[in-house]
T-cell receptor
């Protein structure tokens, strides 16, 4: 499973766009990129998944360059409730996927 | 519909006691995972079930840890002779198997175990 590197923490203010970049230099051909969000006292929650280019859903956008060695999670117009830990994971998209979490990025959104 | 539920939410044990943590996965999900999350760290994989079969237990830290899912639904993680280093949040997740539309894992809220 490819190792990922992401910033330990980020700070932002309400209404701003937040971009969290994750490096995964050793990503394999079959690997997908998945982001999870975790609030205090809760389990991680799936946000978005992609393989290449751009993926957008109601929560976030995921930008993946052609070489796929990095990815950027974009959160538009964050609110206080977006304060959480964000994990970038890389792995193949088979039925059994043992998720390998790093330490994640702690995002703090202030008023 | 209901998500993954876990009980108890909090458990305090004296060192040396045995504990049992329960996970109720989403109905119809055949894959079930257990993770351990230490304070300030990301979750770490413990074990995986597909239906009642335990297909991977490579993450269990010692033979004091035992997991079962006898009927392919509810799962129990048992820790015998608890030690202080077992203090962590234990997360359960479930997902659909290969061939379905998504392999997303849905996590429960976790059980916070504190060993004194």
């Amino acid at each position: 499973l490819a190792k990922t590197t992401q910033p330990i923490s980020m700070d932002s203010y309400e209404g701003q766009e937040v971009n969290i970049t994750c490096s995964h230099n050793n990503i394999a051909t079959n690997d997908y990129i998945t982001w999870y969000q975790q609030f205090p006292s809760q389990g991680p929650r799936f946000i978005i998944q992609g393989y290449k280019t751009k993926v957008t859903n109601e929560v976030a956008s995921l930008f993946i360059p052609a070489d796929r060695k990095s990815s950027t999670l974009s959160l538009p117009r964050v609110s206080l409730s977006d304060t959480a830990v964000y994990y970038c994971l890389v792995g193949d998209n088979t039925g059994f996927q043992k998720l390998v979490f790093g330490t994640g990025t702690r995002l703090l959104v202030s008023p | 519909g209901a998500g993954v539920s876990q009980s108890p939410r909090y458990k305090v044990a004296k060192r040396g006691q045995d504990v049992a943590l329960r996970c109720d996965p989403i109905s119809g999900h055949v894959s079930l995972f257990w993770y351990q999350q230490a304070l300030g760290q990301g979750p770490e994989f413990l074990t995986y079930f597909q239906n009642e079969a335990q297909l991977d237990k490579s993450g269990l830290p010692s033979d004091r840890f035992f997991a079962e899912r006898p009927e392919g639904s509810v799962s129990t993680l048992k820790i015998q002779r608890t030690q202080q280093e077992d203090s962590a949040v234990y997360l359960c997740a479930s997902s659909l198997p290969v061939g379905t539309s998504t392999d997303t894992q849905y996590f429960g809220p976790g059980t916070r175990l504190t060993v004194l």
